[in-house]
Structures are given as C-alpha cells and as structure tokens.
C-alpha cells in the first residue's frame, strides 16, 4: 500500500505565493509520474500540472508561467511552486501518483486534498 501525504495549503492574498507539497511512503519500488490536479468550489477535478520521473512536466494553460511543478526522487516527493496567485486558483488540491509496488504492479494514488484559498 502507498500512502500520498500533501502539505502547504492556506489562505494567500492575491499576487502572493505558496509551496505544496507531496511525500509518498509505503510499498514503492518507483514512481513514474506524479501530479497535481485541483478541485474549485462546485466544480470537477481538473488536471494543474505532472511530471515525469525523467523530469518531463506539463501544465494547464490556466497556470503556466505562473506554477512550477518539480519533484525530488531519492524523497519519493513532488512540489508545486504557486505564484502570482488569483482568486480562480481556490480549490482543493490533489497529489496523485503513479506508482510501481515492490511486488511489481502498477497503481494509481490519490492524496487527501489541502485546501487553498486565494483571497484579501
């Protein structure tokens, strides 16, 4: 079993910063891409940003120039560097992972969601 732990939300004004991050732990043998996708109030889930374990990343058109994604391999962890925050970027974030287990079979892991409310 893999376990998806996200951290870094809160409530930031407009124009201002936040790091998320994702550590996964449990029965990994390797990670191939891990994400990031948001869920705004009333609204359905919607891809943010993923990367590749060779560093292959790709964004929304909502976010780029604005967001970075980057991940840390040897920590099993995935970040995502928000900037330039508007009120549209309120939404529950979701980590997700594509994992290798060490018995060799490939799944797909969702975190608990961290809330971030963009606001004055």
């Known amino acids: 079993q893999v376990q998806l732990v996200e951290s870094g939300g809160g409530l930031v004004q407009p124009g201002g910063s936040l790091r998320l991050s994702c550590a996964a732990s449990?029965?990994?043998?390797?990670?191939?891409?891990m994400g990031w996708y948001r869920q705004p109030p009333g609204k359905e889930r919607e891809l943010v940003a993923q990367?590749?374990?060779?560093?292959?990343?790709n964004y929304a058109d909502s976010v780029k120039g604005r967001f970075t994604i980057s991940r840390d391999n040897a920590k099993n962890t995935v970040y995502l560097q928000m900037n330039s925050l508007k009120p549209e970027d309120t939404a529950v974030y979701y980590c997700?992972?594509?994992?290798?287990?060490?018995?060799?079979?490939?799944?797909?892991?969702w975190g608990q969601g961290t809330q971030v409310i963009v606001s004055s």
């Open positions: 990367i590749r374990s060779g560093g292959l990343t």
């Open positions: 997700n992972a594509d994992v290798d287990g060490l018995s060799l079979t490939a799944d797909n892991y």
């Open positions: 449990g029965s990994i043998f390797s990670i191939n891409v």
